[in-house]
């Protein structure tokens, strides 16, 4: 007898597919809007379905995030913080992760978090207050005798302007490696990472998913058909400078038979929409560190940080200068993007044909252009034995 095996296909994101593809595309490729602020505009697009069979799809917006290497991040739901262990913990070990949100005028806002060990997997819900108030402050989590990993929630403080510190308590209660922790709110607030112990913290504080509404969040499309879309964006009237999401447009589920296993797919695409409150742009960035990698091939690595309010277009060049102060060596820069608050990490490569560098003392004298005043430089000296 034959076993047949369902394996859950991560879910494959596709964007920006050209139109000789058999697929579902979404027109345009990306929204980059501005708008007033205070004020309500609507948008479109179209969603077109250019495969042989109908389709059943759901559309939703959401948030997204860019990692310093470049690299697209999908995976934060909305209005939520994440937390990423990448590290092994012991039984008995303990630690703590302490945040900041700012209620504003709210008096009370709902949250709930989950936590999940990926080595063995286990899975479990934050203890502790389900709501953030001035009542609950000091109230502690009761401790559960959870299989692998327990995690508490505590209110430590909520001051007169309404930002709430926050504390999670993390107990181990058996060896596992790599943790993931998750918190969520019921509105959209500004996270702030005060402890993040050596976790990497994730929040997208510029989002504007809630300002979106979109005319149908389900359409069934015949092979060959297109449908229009509104986008309404209700812009708020402290807004300053550019936020971000995507709207996503989701299949359901499809089995196919692959080497002997059931494979379950879905297919998603999407479109990014940034919108610009208008006239208050600020363009501003930084050079923090630049690093020499390897030295045959030169290899060069600047980090770069929007210390705007928009996202940034930034074009470059690298110049090796000897002790005399002559250019010995121009390296070219790639195009990048980096969204406002964020950094990248850029590697600049010597492409050359040009003999190896001798051995002497130089400076990496690195130059980022965003549309600003002034280029922003950074440089280190190294040496080359």
């Keep these: 007898m034959t076993t047949t095996k369902t394996v859950i296909a991560a879910l494959c994101m596709i964007l920006g597919l050209s139109s000789s593809v058999l697929a579902v595309r979404v027109l345009p490729a990306s929204h980059d809007l ?50 990423i262990f990448e590290r092994a913990f012991t039984a008995g070990e303990t630690t703590e992760l302490v945040y900041a949100i700012h209620l504003a005028d709210l008096d009370t806002i709902d949250i709930d978090g989950t ?24 109230d502690p989590p009761t401790a559960s005798n959870a299989p692998v990993v327990w995690v ?24 596992f490696e790599g943790l993931i922790i998750y918190e969520t709110t019921s509105e959209r607030v500004d996270f702030t990472s005060i402890d993040s112990g050596d976790a990497r913290f994730d929040a997208i504080n510029r989002s504007n998913a809630a300002w979106i509404t979109l005319s149908h969040d389900r359409l069934v499309l015949q092979p060959d058909e297109s449908r229009d879309v509104t986008v309404t964006v209700d812009m708020p009237e402290d807004a300053v400078g550019t936020y971000w999401a995507m709207i996503f447009v989701v299949s359901q589920p499809q089995v196919s038979d692959q080497g002997g296993m059931r494979v379950l797919s879905i297919y998603r695409t999407g479109i990014k929409v940034y919108v610009t409150a208008f006239g208050s ?17 030169l290899v060069l690595y600047a980090l770069f940080e929007n210390t705007g309010n928009v996202e940034l277009i930034v ?26 608050g964020a950094k990248r990490i850029v590697t600049i490569t010597d492409q050359s044909d040009a003999a190896a560098l001798p051995a002497e003392i130089y400076q990496a004298v690195v130059s980022f252009d965003y549309g600003g005043d002034n280029p922003v430089v950074g440089v280190r000296g190294f040496r080359i034995r």
Excluded at 152 to 175: K, M, Q, W
Aim: proline share 4%; with cysteine.
């Design 115 to 138: 936590s999940k060990a990926l080595t063995p997997e286990a899975s479990s819900i934050t203890a502790g207050t389900m709501s953030i108030h001035r009542g609950a402050v000091g």
């Design 34 to 83: 501005e708008q007033q602020p205070g004020t309500t505009e609507t948008y479109g697009l179209t969603v077109l379905n250019d495969t042989d069979a109908a389709e059943e799809l759901t559309l939703y917006v959401g948030d997204w995030q860019r990692f310093e290497n470049g690299e697209n991040d999908y995976g934060i739901p909305l209005n939520t913080a994440r937390w």
């Design 152 to 175: 508490g929630r505590t209110i430590d403080s909520i001051n007169e302007d309404g930002l709430a510190v926050v504390r999670l308590e993390i107990r181990c209660n058996a060896d």
């Design 281 to 297: 742009d600020v363009l501003a960035g930084q050079v923090i560190d630049v690093q020499v990698g390897e030295t045959t091939p």
């Design 315 to 340: 074009t470059g060049d690298a110049q090796i200068v000897d002790r005399t102060g002559e250019v010995v060596r121009n390296l070219a820069v790639e195009e990048f993007k980096v969204l406002p």
